[in-house]
Structures are given as C-alpha cells and as structure tokens.
C-alpha cells in the first residue's frame, strides 16, 4: 500500500477530488487503444512477424527497406480502420465537451480520438497520425490525409481483415509466409516532388525523431497557465514512465503552483489507469493524493467520471445517461 495514501485506489475518494477540480490533463497511451483490440507493440509480445516492431519505426528503417516499413504500417492502418472507439474514448471526448479546463495529450496514431469526435482544440496528438502522410524528403513539406486501404496495390497484403477465428492467424503475420519483395517504385510518392523521386511514408512520429516545436510549445503554454494550478493528471493506458509523456505529466504536478504550495509539496493527483497501475512497483512511485486504477482503461475511465458525464449506454450512438 503506498504509504501517502490509503484510498489510493477509491473511486469515491477519487470522485471527492473530481467535485473540486477545473483544470484536468490526460496523457494517453497505447493501453487505451487496446481495448478497441489494437496491439500495443511495445513489451512483452510487441513482435510483428519476427521483427520487433520498435525496430520499424526508424528512419533508417525506412531508408534500408521502405518496402516493409510500408507493409508494417499499411498494416496497422488497415486494423486501425476496423477498429471503433471504445467507451473511453468518447468519455475523454465528453468531458472535453463539457470542460474547457481539460486537455488531452495521446501518444496514439490510430485516430481513434478523432473518430470520437473529441474536439479538437483540446486534443494533441503527440505522435502524430496513421493517416497521415508525408514527403520522405527533408526539403519538402507536402503531406496529407488520407483512409485509402489499401493505399496502393503493393500493400494489398496488409489490407486484408482479421480472421475470425482466434485460432488462425492473419497471412501477413504468419512468418512461414515469405513476404513479397516490394520495389520502391511501386510505393506511394510524392506528388509534389520530380515524378518517382521521393516516397511517400507515414505520417508519425519514429523513434530518433524530436517532437514539432509548435506543438511542444503549445501544450507548455497550456500546463504553465500562472496561478492557474492542473489539479488531476490523468496517465491512461501507459507506465507514465515514457518520455516526453511522462514529463508532462511530472511537469503538470506542479505548474501554475504558489511558492508555499511547492515547498509543502502539494501538486495535482496524478491518476493512474491501466492494468498494471495497481502493482507492488508501480504503487511506490505514488505521491500523496495520487491514485491508481487497474483495469480495462476503456472500462474504468467511465466508472471514475460517471459523476461528471453520466452513466455510458455503448453500442452504436452511445451516449451519457443521467439517472
């Protein structure tokens, strides 16, 4: 039990603290997006065919083999199509509706959020976006959006839906199946450049590659709000121990702050909500008047703000009901 806080993981307790609170922050991560059924591709079982997926998502990657690069990302749009958001989704969306003191920073690509209809002032999406797609070249700035899947005939292989039955695999991801060698001139290129100079990729965030500025300086704009103190921090679906999102999170514990507040250490409830949160080494890293949750994000995110947004009725045009 952590030893600032014996009600660490009460929803009352937690709700007492929601009645009082104007400025919320959300960190969301890929926990989130598998309760929609996407795989996380990080940790344990993060393997696509016999590659670690954090392998692909280079640029040098890219470089040595832009082919199956593509594949891996043609793939993940194509059951990111599939997919519909869950109930935790649309309540991010709802309270962003209903409060204009709460923003929400996803590390997701699939655009789940956007398809929830989460308004999009208060919505950054700190890796960018799936469907979107840019110029490969550093001296060109097209990109645009686009839901074609498959986005061209080379990548037919990953348009293909999941099979039905558990027990059978989808034929892209069996690693007995050799993949088709893909020739670059049948990948996406740029339009914008000399015809079949530069390829199109996805338009996301890899690994080496620094955050915009623009956006950066937005969301420290927003958190250092003076005397305008965040009082919960939601990290959702993700260990909160990620760079740069858990320095957002660690950043929005203290901003806006007085001088006395931070000498006596009080600083917003950092909330935490995934299925690990409520484990013997994540709970010692709990501040007084933290929190942690454990359990199905899309499920428990409901339950902790029913008392703001209602009770969730799901299914196709599922709403918040007042009782």
């Known amino acids: 039990m952590p030893p600032h806080n014996p009600n660490y993981n009460s ?15 959300a960190v969301c991560g890929a926990g989130l997006s598998a309760s929609s059924g996407l795989a996380t591709f990080r940790g344990a079982g993060g393997m696509w065919r ?12 890219f470089e040595r083999d832009p082919g199956l ?14 997919a519909k958001p869950n109930a935790g989704h649309y309540a991010l969306a709802e309270l962003a509706r209903r409060n204009p003191g709460f923003w ?15 308004p999009p002032s208060q919505l950054k999406l700190l890796h960018g976006s799936l469907f979107m797609l840019k110029c ?28 039905a039955s558990a027990t059978e695999i989808h034929p892209l991801l069996d690693p007995s199946n050799p993949l088709p060698p893909l020739d670059p001139s049948t990948l996406p290129h740029c339009p914008r450049c000399p015809p079949n100079t530069s390829l199109l990729r996805p338009g996301v965030v890899w690994f080496g590659e620094p955050l915009s500025d623009p956006l950066l ?18 990290v959702i679906g993700t260990s909160g121990v990620v760079w740069p999102a858990a320095g957002f999170a660690e950043q929005a514990r203290m901003a806006g702050r007085t ?6 250490g009080i600083g917003a409830s950092v909330v935490h909500v995934n299925l690990e949160a409520e484990e013997e080494g994540n709970l ?9 949750f454990a359990g199905d994000a899309g499920e428990v995110l409901g339950r902790l703000l029913e008392p703001v947004l209602g009770r969730w009725e799901g299914g196709k045009g599922g709403r918040f009901v007042r009782e």
């Not at 690069?69 to 599939?82: D, E, K, S």
């Not at 001296?139 to 099979?163: H, I, R």
């Not at 001088?259 to 006596?264: C, G, P």
Request: proline content about 8%; some cysteine; overall charge negative.
């Open 284 to 292: 010692r890293r709990l501040e007084e008047g933290d929190f942690a």
């Open 69 to 82: 690069v593509w594949l891996f990302y043609a793939y993940r749009r194509h059951m990111a199509l599939q």
């Open 259 to 264: 001088r006395e507040e931070k000498e006596k």
């Open 104 to 118: 929400c920073l996803s590390q997701n690509v699939d655009n789940l959020h956007v398809r929830a209809d989460h």
């Open 50 to 61: 016999n590659y670690e997926a954090m392998d692909l998502a280079t640029p040098e990657a």
């Open 217 to 234: 300086t937005s969301i420290d704009t927003w958190i250092e709000q003076p005397n305008t103190p965040i009082d919960i921090v939601l």
């Open 136 to 163: 490969a070249s550093p001296t060109c700035d097209y990109q645009t959006e686009n839901y074609d899947s498959p986005l061209c005939p080379a990548l037919a292989p990953a348009a293909v839906n999941a099979p």
């Open 11 to 25: 929803v009352p307790a937690f709700h007492a603290k929601l009645a009082t609170s104007r400025r919320i922050l």
